[in-house]
């Protein structure tokens, strides 16, 4: 990312997870209600555990970077606290264990609390091998406090941040649930509103598809097993000209598919058509342009390339599609191997967690999805306040709309573009004007 930065720090089960954010405007509202919508969206999701649906009640705590309501243009600081933690202090305590302290968990771990324990016993689909080997861990659990999903809760409220920017501007993100375990939304039958989707078991358009998506997360938990899915995000409102054709760093679907690829479940992601592309002929693929209206709005027969061009979004909604594997902590785990010892062993080890994530991935998308346009459209229109960002965004705005004024290479902004004649500002061409400015007389 280049002018918005975001960082999250945090464990599992430590004390609190957090987020900086650096690189928003003064001025922007922003309030820790408005970040607790998002936060119980991630949280909500037929097939989520215990400690989503009853432990946790994620809010995040606004520490710095906003004052009486409105961002600084300082770091935001945000902290969300672990309630979970009350079970696990002396587990993840920070400070060094006392000969005294290290006796008292050898002794629960003998004694059969699971918790107490050194993990040495792998889960396959996890980090714990690789983070294990490249740090040099005996104990997992170094690894999977980190590389649990619960750090996206931190994503989540740096994206609700990230939210409040784009909403000033006019673009809106919004995922639905797509497909369940094989079950998939259809696109005809999708007729359910916005707020009824949102307010439905999967955060899904389609009624009857989701019966059948809870029906699949049903017969998978009875199995022991997990269901993974495919999540949907929609961007609409984004202006053509985010992102940039020039270099392979700037290009937008780059940092959006690298974005919500970065989200630990998720293995695939799609612009539009996405890899149907590969199987229909290139009359069949591109996009028509049907020209601009009256109100300079440029308009498409279809959306197949998703809203992004060359690295560039193109005015159309931007559609981003993201395949969830199914949960790697299996109720009934999968045969393994001792880290210390390398032999196998019956079964992994197992930790509390959800049968299906899919809604809830789809709202840590959006949050990705948020944050790397509000990136994008900070870069383009810069501006220390919100104000002065707001003020480029409709100049910009406003030009495109008229659309450029001559074929010139130099494009409509250069104040010296040449018109077709070759002359520039009224002076000949090689002919330098005098040192007041104005432009030489035939007679010199």
Not at 215 to 241: H, K, L, S
Not at 250 to 267: F, H
């Amino acid at each position: 990312m280049g002018r918005l930065r975001f960082l999250t720090a945090g464990e599992s089960h430590g004390p609190a997870l957090s987020v900086t954010i650096e690189g928003m405007p003064a001025g922007l509202p922003i309030t820790a209600d408005g970040i607790a919508a998002d936060l119980a969206r991630r949280q909500r999701g037929y097939g989520r555990g215990a400690r989503s649906t009853s432990i946790e009640k994620d809010r995040a705590e606004i520490l710095a970077g906003v004052r009486h309501g409105l961002t600084l243009g300082s770091p935001i600081l945000l902290l969300i606290r672990n309630r979970d933690w009350v079970n696990w202090t002396r587990v993840m305590q920070v400070e060094p264990l006392t000969d005294e302290q290290a006796s008292e968990l050898a002794d629960l771990a003998e004694a059969g609390d699971g918790k107490a324990a050194p993990i040495t016993r792998l889960r396959a689909g996890h980090a714990d091998l690789a983070g294990a080997m490249k740090y040099g861990f005996g104990d997992v659990r170094n690894v999977l406090e980190r590389a649990s999903a619960r750090e996206t809760a931190a994503r989540v409220a740096a994206g609700a941040v990230a939210r409040a920017l784009l909403v000033r501007i006019g673009i809106d993100v919004w995922s639905f649930t797509a497909e369940v375990g094989g079950v998939a939304c259809d696109p005809a039958n999708a007729t359910r509103s916005r707020a009824d989707a949102e307010a439905s078991p999967l955060r899904c358009p389609d009624a009857t598809a989701e019966e059948r998506m809870v029906a699949r997360i049903d017969q998978v938990r009875a199995d022991g097993d997990t269901a993974g899915g495919v999540f949907e995000v929609i961007a609409t409102g984004v202006p053509i000209g985010l992102g940039s054709h020039v270099h392979w760093d700037r290009r937008l679907d780059g940092a959006l598919a690298g974005a919500v690829m970065s989200i630990p479940i998720v293995k695939g992601v799609e612009f539009g058509l996405g890899f149907e592309q590969t199987r229909r002929s290139g009359s069949a693929v591109m996009d028509v342009i049907e020209g601009r209206d009256a109100a300079g709005e440029w308009s498409r027969r279809t959306n197949n390339a998703g809203g992004v061009e060359g690295g560039i979004s193109n005015g159309q909604p931007i559609v981003i599609r993201g395949a969830v594997k199914p949960i790697s902590t299996l109720p009934r785990p999968l045969p393994s191997a001792d880290l210390l010892t390398g032999r196998p062993v019956e079964k992994g080890h197992y930790e509390r967690s959800d049968i299906c994530v899919v809604p809830a991935t789809g709202v840590v998308a959006e949050a990705m999805v948020c944050l790397v346009l509000a990136d994008a459209v900070l870069e383009k229109f810069g501006g220390d306040s919100l104000a002065d960002t707001l003020a480029t965004v409709d100049r910009y705005r406003a030009r495109i709309a008229k659309g450029p004024a001559s074929a010139s290479a130099s494009g409509p902004d250069s104040p010296s573009a040449p018109d077709a004649l070759g002359a520039a500002s009224g002076t000949d061409i090689g002919r330098a004007p005098r040192s007041d400015g104005t432009a030489p007389v035939e007679s010199e």
